[in-house]
């Protein structure tokens, strides 16, 4: 596609669910971000996948968060048994090839835990 | 700590005004500074890159800068228009090539 796209756009879960949050990079991008903007607050690193290298998890808020990346392409960022503190816009980016390049963002998916 | 700040928080300027954004970072070794818009409800957009080795980038009215050693970039705006009202982020590599570090972003609005 032209840009990156992520699914769904809007997510509303009760509190206790696990959810799924999907990202689609720009075709060719080897690497990919996973960000969360809270609201009032700056964006907040969460994962960075590179090609076949292990991902880089320093930013994952705690084990209820994991991420995958399959066939180094689409992305699937799980929240297990979600609290309301985990609502906020999750932003997935992609670039290149990654070792700082300029990052192109999807429109992120805003999830509201009840 | 690697922070990125940005002043102010909100701006509000009447149209064809020059305004200039700012952004401060705690470590001068960096990989690279960008600057992003973000609409309401919509994802990032990036504007400009600068790498290290640069000193400014532009871009239409847009013009950035970075100082390094002042841990300073500034995003120039020439002749605003209403439709340049968005918030503007700064993110900065702190050399780990991994993830940019952003600031929590100047709300910026143009005055019709």
Known sequence: ?114 | KQEVTQIPAALSVPEGENLVLNCSFTDSAIYNLQWFRQDPGKGLTSLLLIQSSQREQTSGRLNASLDKSSGRSTLYIAASQPGDSATYLCAVDFNTGNQFYFGTGTSLTVIP
């Open chain 1, 1 to 114: 596609g032209a840009g990156v796209s992520q699914s769904p756009s809007n997510k509303v879960t009760e509190k206790g669910k696990d959810v799924e949050l999907r990202c689609d990079p720009i075709s060719g991008h080897t690497a990919l971000y996973w960000y969360r903007q809270s609201l009032g607050q700056g964006l907040e690193f969460l994962i960075y996948f590179q090609g076949n290298s292990a991902p880089d998890k320093s930013g994952l808020p705690s084990d209820r968060f994991s991420a995958e990346r399959t066939g180094g392409s689409v992305s699937t960022l799980t929240i297990q048994r979600t609290q309301q503190e985990d609502s906020a816009v999750y932003l997935c980016a992609s670039s290149p090839s990654g070792g700082s390049e300029e990052q192109f963002f999807g429109p992120g998916t805003r999830l509201t835990v009840l």
